[in-house]
């Protein structure tokens, strides 16, 4: 029994490879490739105590050479080893999720477009579920709008406009609105 738990120690104490070292060091890079692209605002929100690593950062941004960039970027690394990157990494999630969100609402508006210009005039209802207040009239038009301009070749001014409708209904009604 002792053989199995020197074992199973030696397992744990076992060196990591050079292949796991590298890729450990570029992700480190990476953040630091990330972290140079902050303005300095947002640089200090992160939770980064190194003063040596902050310089280097800054730094970073006034290289104009690629191999000194490069160089630089490795320092940038290597300074990072000596830090947990995990609060740091928490922080950039944290501070990207409103522009995602952002993202995934304009590509939700983007399909409900589609889907709606698809449907023809019928795709009326698709918008009046979401938001009961919207102009039927108006969107309508721009339905029937983009058809015509379809049918013409014409380039896509009531798509357009559409989105727009269909973002200022989603910035100005709260789903409380939607019950009137």
């Known amino acids: 029994m002792p053989d199995r738990d020197n074992n199973a120690l030696e397992q744990e104490?076992?060196?990591v490879s050079k292949s796991e070292l590298k890729r450990?060091?570029?992700?480190l890079q990476d953040l630091g490739e990330t972290l140079a692209s902050?303005?300095?605002?947002?640089?200090a929100k992160l939770p980064i105590d190194d003063e040596r690593l902050l310089i280097a950062i800054r730094e970073t941004r006034q290289i104009r050479s690629n191999s000194a960039r490069r160089r630089h970027?490795?320092?940038?690394?290597?300074?990072?080893?000596?830090?947990?990157s995990q609060p740091i990494e928490q922080a950039l999630r944290v501070m990207r999720r409103p522009q995602q969100q952002h993202n995934e609402n304009f590509h939700q508006l983007e399909q409900l477009r589609e889907e709606v210009?698809?449907?023809?005039p019928a795709g009326v209802e698709l918008i009046i579920?979401?938001?009961?207040?919207?102009?039927?009239?108006?969107l309508r038009q721009l339905i029937l709008q983009h058809q015509r301009e379809q049918k013409n070749?014409?380039?896509?001014a009531a798509s357009r406009k559409l989105f727009r409708y269909l973002r200022d209904l989603q910035e100005n009604y709260s789903p409380e609105d939607a019950g009137g």
Request: glycine share 4%; proline share 9%.
């Open 13 to 15: 104490q076992e060196p």
């Open 24 to 27: 450990r060091m570029t992700a």
């Open 38 to 43: 902050l303005n300095d605002k947002k640089l």
């Open 73 to 84: 970027m490795q320092f940038i690394g290597k300074l990072m080893r000596n830090i947990d």
């Open 117 to 120: 210009l698809a449907a023809g």
């Open 129 to 138: 579920k979401q938001w009961p207040r919207a102009d039927r009239q108006q």
């Open 153 to 156: 070749n014409r380039p896509p």
